[in-house]
């Protein structure tokens, strides 16, 4: 394995940057889809935000849903902090405050009494798409929304289940709860937002890990792993390779790198070495350094 080069600290400084762009963007949508969707509907889909949808209804509390957000949230940043370390916790507060705050802001600018549409299920399909892939970005880059997502991320911690698995454990009985505060139809479609919600989590998070696995067996070594290395900054694994049919001697070079990289990766090969043999795979599932930590 050829030693990958070291990221510099303007390289790493630009890729915290991006990542908090992007975990704000996911952050966004969420607060977006909670509150011009979920609340006014009482759709209890689960989280921090089901639970405020709950209390923060007239006929069980004074505080709004803002409010409940507010609190609960600070006191599972502090368990967050505590089981997922400072990294985690970091970007679980940043992404916390700004949910908290931007409900806050929203119920000042666009204050809401009832649903801005008499299409239930519409609005149902909108707020679970927006929760649902706002989650998944932040969650994407290491980070959380807080509340009961950091349950969920301890329980995929220590217990090695897919995030939208411990969701849907934690956010059931929270779901439950909207049956018996906004009754059997608010109710229903709350526990369907809940596994819907779960299962686009799963399937936006494996669309955005996907990667290639190359295997390239080629004359021309030298020049591929040169363009792996400088260009893409990935590694690469560079092996003896030895034909069956025609006993040539090549060199058999395995690289993984993101999606959008490799076609750029299958168009530079193919004009370095027009007669190499290529062989791409498709994973999900890749630990190792520049891509997920173990």
């Known amino acids: 394995m050829k030693e990958k080069t070291k990221q510099t600290p303007q390289g790493g400084a630009k890729r915290v940057i991006v990542d908090y762009?992007?975990?704000?963007?996911?952050?966004?949508?969420?607060?977006?889809?909670?509150?011009?969707?979920?609340?006014?509907?009482?759709?209890?889909?689960?989280?921090?935000?089901?639970?405020?949808?709950?209390?923060?209804?007239?006929?069980?509390?004074?505080?709004?849903?803002?409010?409940?957000?507010?609190?609960?949230n600070v006191v599972l940043l502090i368990i967050g902090f505590i089981f997922l370390g400072r990294g985690t916790g970091v970007r679980t507060v940043y992404c916390s405050l700004l949910y908290s705050g931007g409900t806050w802001l929203l119920e000042w600018l666009v204050p809401l009494d009832a649903p801005l549409t008499d299409q239930p299920f519409l609005e149902l399909c909108y707020g679970m798409l927006l929760v649902a892939i706002g989650s998944a970005i932040i969650f994407y880059r290491g980070g959380s929304s807080g509340g009961t997502d950091i349950v969920a991320l301890i329980i995929k911690k220590y217990a090695n289940v897919n995030v939208g698995t411990a969701l849907l454990c934690v956010d059931s009985l929270?779901?439950?709860?909207?049956?018996?505060?906004?009754?059997?139809?608010?109710?229903?479609?709350?526990?369907?937002?809940?596994?819907?919600?779960?299962?686009?989590?799963d399937v936006v998070i494996d669309n955005l890990n996907t990667c290639k696995c190359f295997m390239i067996v080629t004359s021309s070594p030298e020049k591929i792993s040169d363009y792996i290395i400088k260009t893409l900054k990935h590694s690469a694994?560079?092996?003896?390779?030895?034909?069956?049919?025609?006993?040539?001697?090549?060199?058999?070079?395995?690289?993984?790198?993101?999606?959008?990289?490799?076609?750029?990766?299958?168009?530079?090969?193919?004009?370095?070495?027009?007669?190499?043999?290529?062989?791409?795979?498709?994973?999900?599932?890749?630990?190792?350094?520049?891509?997920?930590?173990?």
């Open 237 to 294: 694994t560079i092996v003896e390779g030895h034909g069956a049919y025609t006993h040539d001697e090549k060199k058999v070079i395995y690289t993984v790198c993101r999606r959008m990289e490799a076609i750029r990766l299958q168009r530079e090969t193919r004009r370095i070495d027009p007669d190499a043999f290529i062989t791409i795979t498709t994973s999900s599932e890749i630990i190792g350094r520049g891509f997920r930590g173990v």
């Open 21 to 72: 762009l992007i975990m704000t963007l996911g952050t966004v949508m969420m607060t977006v889809g909670i509150y011009f969707f979920k609340i006014p509907n009482g759709f209890s889909t689960g989280g921090v935000s089901g639970i405020s949808t709950v209390l923060g209804n007239e006929k069980v509390t004074p505080l709004s849903p803002a409010v409940w957000i507010s609190i609960l």
């Open 174 to 201: 929270i779901a439950a709860s909207s049956f018996f505060v906004f009754g059997l139809t608010a109710g229903l479609f709350s526990m369907l937002g809940l596994f819907a919600k779960a299962f686009v989590i």
